[in-house]
C-alpha cells in the first residue's frame, strides 16, 4: 500500500484532510515568526546539553531536541519534533476511532429499525468520514493542543505517547489479542518512552492498569507478560534513576515539593483553573462528552470481556482531570497538563458531537464557530504582538521601576530576546565580563538559548537547572546583568549582592510599529556574598 492509500484510508474525507492541512499550516507560520518561548528555550538548552536526566524533567525532551541544536537550531527547526509530534497525535485520535467504534449512532439507529441489511454496507464508510472529522475537529479547534503542535514541551511527546498507549492497551483489553506477548512489550517501551518525556507518565501507567483489570480481571496480574512490560518500561527509565542518584534525587525532590505547592489551597484558583481548562480545550469537547453520558447505563451492562469506549478513555482521562484540577487550588497546575487527558477523551467526545447533532444542530453549529472564532484570535493576537505598548515614561522605565504601567501583555514575551541575548553578549565582551546574568530563572532561558556557549547565572536563588549548567554565583564576581522591563528588578546592590551596578544601555523591542516590551543591560561588579554549594551535592 502506497503513502496516498494510507492516507485515503485514514483521512477518507477530504474535509479531513485540509483540517490537517490548514492546523499544519497555522503551526508552521507560527513557528516561522514567533521566537522561542520560555520553556521552548529551556528544552532546546536541554538538546545542546545532553544528559542522562535533568533538574526539573526526565531527558526525552532535550534528546530529541540535540539534531536540531546539532544543525544550527534555528526557531523553525526546533519546532519540528513538535510538528511531527502533533501530527502523530492526529493519526492516534483517528486510530482510536477506528478501534473504539464499529458504528456510528446514525448506523445504531438503523440497525434497531431493521434496515441494516440494505444500508450498512453503504452507510459504513461515511459514517467513519463522519466519525473521523468531528475527531480531527475537536482537535484542530482546541487552542492549547495546537499551541504544543509548535512548541516542545515534555507533554507534546507525551500526548502521542498516550494515544499509542491506548491503542496497545484497548487490543489487549481483547481476551485473544491479549496473548500476544509483542503487544504487551510493545506497551512496556510504550509506557518507558513515557517515563522518559514526563514523571505524569505515571498516570498513563496507571489509566492502562485501570483498563486491563476492568477488562480481565486481577487476574491479569498473574500473567508472565504484564510483567515482561513492567520490566520493559522500568529499564527504559534506568537513566532518569541512576541520574538522580547521582545528584541526592533533587529531581524527584523538586517535582513532589512543586506539586505540593507553597501557599493554602483556594477554591477560587479551583474556578479559575476550569474555566481555563474549557477555554484551552473547547466547549466542543465537553459538549461532546456530556452528550456521550447518556449511554452511560449501556456502558455498564458491556460484557465483562470487552471494557465499553466510555469506561475506556475515562481510565485515561479522568485521574489526570481529577488530580491537576485538586491540585490547582494551590496554584500549582499549569494549563497545558492535561492536554494528554483531553485527548483521550476526543474520540468518546465526537461520538457525543454526533449524538448531540441529531437533535441540536444549531447547538453544535454555533459551538463550531465559537471553537473557530477562539483559535483564529490566538493566532491573530500571536501575530500581532498582542494588545497594548509601552508610552513613556513606562517605554523609558529603569530596572525595578513600573510607572505608568502598560496592559499586561503575555504575547510580547515571544520578541526580542535573541536580538537582546546578542547585544548583552556582546556588551560583554567588549567589557571583558565573561558571564551573563537574570534576575529570575523564568528569564534566563532564552538568553542561555540565543547567547550560547556564554554562560548565564540566575541571581535571585531558585535551585534550577542553571546551577547544573553554569554555578552558582562566586565571590568577587561581575556579570553583564539583562532586565526585561515587564518582568523588571531592582538593581541587586547591597550586602550579599554587587557592591554596584550600572546601566549600559537600553534596548526597545517593537513589533507592528509598536514599542511592546524594553531589555535593560547592567554591568553589576563583586558579587559580596559567599558561595554556595551546587544542588544535590
Excluded at 500571536?382 to 513600573?402: F, H, I, K
Excluded at 565580563?433 to 534566563?444: D, E, K, R
Aim: hydrophobic share 50%; with cysteine; charged share 15%.
Amino acid at each position: 500500500m502506497g503513502w496516498r492509500d494510507r492516507l485515503n484510508a485514514a483521512l477518507p474525507d477530504p474535509a479531513s484532510r485540509w483540517l490537517v492541512l490548514g492546523a499544519l499550516l497555522a503551526h508552521l507560520v507560527l513557528a516561522a515568526v514567533l521566537s522561542l518561548s520560555p520553556d521552548e528555550a529551556h528544552y532546546a538548552v536541554y538538546g545542546s546539553r545532553p544528559d542522562w536526566s535533568y533538574f526539573d524533567h526526565p531527558p526525552l525532551v532535550g534528546w530529541v531536541q540535540w539534531p536540531g541544536a546539532m544543525l544550527g537550531g534555528s526557531d523553525l527547526l526546533m519546532r519540528i519534533v513538535p510538528m511531527v509530534c502533533w501530527l502523530l497525535t492526529a493519526w492516534g485520535v483517528v486510530h482510536l476511532n477506528g478501534l473504539l467504534y464499529s458504528h456510528t449512532p446514525n448506523e445504531a439507529a438503523l440497525n434497531r429499525a431493521g434496515e441494516q441489511s440494505r444500508l450498512s454496507a453503504g452507510m459504513d464508510g461515511a459514517a467513519r468520514a463522519r466519525m473521523t472529522g468531528v475527531a480531527l475537529a475537536l482537535l484542530v479547534l482546541s487552542p492549547v493542543p495546537n499551541l504544543l503542535g509548535m512548541a516542545l514541551v515534555p507533554d507534546s511527546l507525551l500526548t502521542p505517547l498516550t494515544c499509542a498507549a491506548m491503542i496497545l492497551t484497548w487490543r489487549l483489553c481483547d481476551a485473544g489479542e491479549s496473548r500476544r506477548l509483542g503487544l504487551w512489550l510493545a506497551l512496556g517501551a510504550c509506557l518507558g518512552l513515557a517515563g522518559l518525556a514526563k514523571y505524569t507518565a505515571v498516570l498513563l501507567a496507571l489509566g492502562c492498569a485501570l483498563a486491563l483489570v476492568r477488562a480481565h480481571g486481577l487476574r491479569v496480574l498473574l500473567r508472565p507478560a504484564l510483567w515482561g512490560a513492567v520490566l520493559v518500561a522500568l529499564l527504559a527509565v534506568v537513566p532518569v534513576l541512576a541520574w538522580n542518584a547521582a545528584h541526592d534525587w533533587i529531581s524527584f525532590r523538586y517535582q513532589l515539593g512543586h506539586a505540593a505547592g507553597s501557599s493554602q489551597w483556594r477554591g477560587y484558583r479551583v474556578a479559575v483553573y476550569l474555566v481555563v481548562q474549557v477555554l484551552g480545550f473547547g466547549v466542543l469537547i465537553l459538549a461532546g462528552l456530556l452528550a456521550a453520558r447518556r449511554d452511560l447505563p449501556s456502558t455498564l451492562r458491556q460484557a465483562a470481556t470487552r471494557i465499553s469506549p466510555l469506561g475506556f478513555v475515562a481510565c485515561f482521562g479522568l485521574p489526570p482531570l481529577l488530580l491537576y484540577t485538586v491540585l490547582s487550588g494551590r496554584g500549582t497546575t499549569l494549563p497545558h497538563w492535561s492536554t494528554p487527558a483531553w485527548i483521550a477523551l476526543i474520540p468518546v467526545a465526537a461520538a457525543g458531537v454526533l449524538r448531540l447533532w441529531q437533535g441540536r444542530r444549531l447547538l453544535v453549529k454555533a459551538l463550531f464557530g465559537l471553537q473557530t472564532v477562539i483559535c483564529v484570535a490566538m493566532i491573530v493576537l500571536l501575530l500581532a504582538g498582542g494588545v497594548g505598548r509601552e508610552t513613556e515614561p513606562q517605554a523609558s522605565s529603569l530596572p525595578g521601576q513600573m510607572r505608568d504601567r502598560a496592559p499586561v501583555n503575555p504575547v510580547a514575551d515571544l520578541y526580542g530576546w535573541e536580538a537582546a541575548a546578542q547585544r548583552a553578549k556582546a556588551l560583554a565582551q567588549s567589557n571583558r565580563i565573561g558571564t551573563l546574568a537574570v534576575m529570575n530563572w523564568s528569564l534566563g532561558s532564552r538568553i542561555a538559548w540565543y547567547a550560547r556557549p556564554s554562560p548565564v547565572k540566575v541571581i535571585n536563588r531558585h535551585r534550577d537547572q542553571f546551577d547544573l549548567w553554569f554555578g552558582t554565583m562566586t565571590p568577587g564576581e561581575s556579570v553583564l546583568l539583562i532586565d526585561w522591563s515587564l518582568m523588571t528588578f531592582a538593581p541587586p546592590v547591597g550586602p550579599d549582592r554587587f557592591e554596584q551596578c550600572d546601566l549600559l544601555e537600553q534596548m526597545p523591542v517593537r513589533h507592528a510599529g509598536r514599542q511592546i516590551a524594553h531589555f535593560n543591560f547592567l554591568l553589576c561588579r563583586h558579587w559580596q556574598a559567599a558561595a554556595e554549594p551546587l544542588p544535590g551535592r
